[in-house]
């Protein structure tokens, strides 16, 4: 039997595109030019560009039309921590980490060999699933520096942030259930949300945040149950929201009935900046962080500060998935909270941020980037003939990892552009790097 004729296109673009004969960025006919040509119907071009889109080798962008993927870069790239060859240089994630923070890990080790045996014992069996009372305690007068006054019985301990938003998404939501994002936000929470069958539903922002006029409109026109938002240092776009405009998000959620997630792992960064919605709404916002990056990313302990309400349930999605924070880096981590390691370090990193932005800024000089001064990341908009698939695929070929914009969207239109992450390189090999990427990028745009 012969093949449907949808399908006999569907192979020969794939066969074209896996060879090579139509390369990366190649534009497509329009949908009727490709049923003109071929004398088929309107419906059935579109049947074969859908098929050729779910194969992962053509990308639609929305007003500019169907184009050819860069295939040896996977679809999705990004959202899950792809290997990076050996000797490339990281602009993928970021591990910043600070001269003689091993010291301090020997150190505090030996601290805990001279503890009390009554003490070592205890690291050695489970713990309460929100944290131990001291524990929580140390975390809550942390938490008092960076303006959140809370009780240590609304703080739990979890195992970085990413686990904070997977047990606050098992504890609030439901599958089905909407939930109003940025339309350029964290990938790790697109992650959660395929997981536990959620629906995002993407939100236009500004220079200064999300655009709250469409939030307001999305939450009178659909359930929105909760509002995802980083309000303080936004990954991927660097934004500090503005406090009306936090007061005018918490007014939208009240009026509609919404939790708030509040994301706010680079928070850290950015000195003085307006108050947390925690701060502002504590009885409707879910507080996650944690201090993977201000401290190290090896020790993964992160906390969340909820609604007393919130607490008995999330407690029991602790222990449904890791019972308790490993004692011994909790511990570790509470002790520097407690003698000033921690803000000591937040300090040194937040210096050596915009050390790495002030690099970013002079050799992206002529580039449209958009990052907040003290932010370990940079968001780097192409040129309108550049493509960020081919530009990735091409960057990988000089040993360089970056990340495309993909991960990051939530809507259909997938913007030209890619996230740089600055923390993960000595300054020097930084600064020789973004050179290498602006250099690419202008040859992107006259390929």
């Given amino acids: 039997m012969a093949a ?22 190649t534009r497509l006919p329009t949908h009727r030019a490709l049923a003109a040509r071929e004398g088929i119907a309107l419906v059935t071009a579109t049947r074969v560009y859908a098929e050729l889109e779910a194969m992962g080798l053509v990308s639609r962008e929305q007003g500019r039309g169907t184009f050819v993927r860069d295939i040896a870069v996977p679809p999705g790239h990004g959202i899950d921590q792809q290997v990076v060859a050996t000797g490339a240089v990281d602009l993928n994630f970021n591990y910043p980490s600070l001269p003689g923070q091993a010291d301090l890990l020997r150190q505090a080790l030996r601290e805990l060999t001279t ?33 959140i006054t809370s009780d240590p019985d609304r703080v739990l301990v979890v195992n970085g942030a990413q686990h904070g938003l997977a047990v606050t998404v098992m504890a609030t939501l439901n599958a089905g259930d909407v939930v109003a994002v940025d339309a350029l936000t964290y990938p790790g929470f697109k992650v959660l949300a395929h997981a536990f069958h959620l629906e995002l539903a993407p939100v236009p922002t500004t220079a200064e945040g999300p655009d709250l006029d469409a939030l307001e409109r999305l939450c009178t026109a659909r359930p929105v149950r909760a509002i995802y938002s980083m309000p303080t240092l936004h990954n991927p776009l660097g934004w500090v929201m503005p406090q009306a405009a936090r007061g005018r998000m918490i007014g939208i959620a009240r009026q509609h009935g919404a939790l708030l997630v509040e994301d706010a792992s680079y928070a850290y960064l950015v000195e003085d900046p307006p108050p947390p919605l925690v701060t502002l709404a504590p009885d409707i916002t879910v507080h996650v962080s944690g201090l993977s990056k201000s401290i190290a990313t090896g020790l993964r302990v992160g906390f969340v500060v909820a ?13 449904a998935t890791t019972w308790n924070t490993p004692a011994l880096t909790t511990a570790i981590v509470c002790r520097w909270l407690a003698d000033g390691t921690a803000e000591r370090l937040e300090a040194q990193k937040r210096a050596d941020a915009r050390a790495r932005q002030a690099i970013a800024r002079r050799e992206l ?5 958009v990052g907040h001064p003290a932010s370990y990341f940079t968001w780097l908009r192409l040129p309108d003939d550049a493509r960020a698939d081919r530009l990735t695929a091409t960057l990988a070929r000089r040993n360089i990892s970056v990340t495309g914009a993909e991960p990051f ?24 790097t973004l050179r290498t990427v602006r250099e690419a990028v202008v040859e992107d745009a006259r390929t």
């Fill in 307 to 319: 609604p007393p309400s919130r607490v008995p349930s999330l407690e029991r999605a602790i222990r």
């Fill in 4 to 25: 449907p004729r949808y399908k006999t296109l569907v192979d020969a673009f794939a066969s074209d595109i896996r060879t090579g004969r139509l390369p990366a960025g």
């Fill in 115 to 147: 503890a009390t045996s009554g003490e070592l014992d205890s690291l050695l069996r489970y713990q309460p699933h929100p944290g131990r009372t001291q524990d929580r305690a140390a975390i809550a007068a942390h938490l008092s520096r960076r303006g």
């Fill in 409 to 432: 969207s939530t809507t259909t239109h997938t913007p030209q552009a890619i996230r740089l992450a600055l923390g993960s390189t000595d300054l020097d090999t930084l600064s020789r």
């Fill in 365 to 369: 000089a002529d580039l449209p980037i």
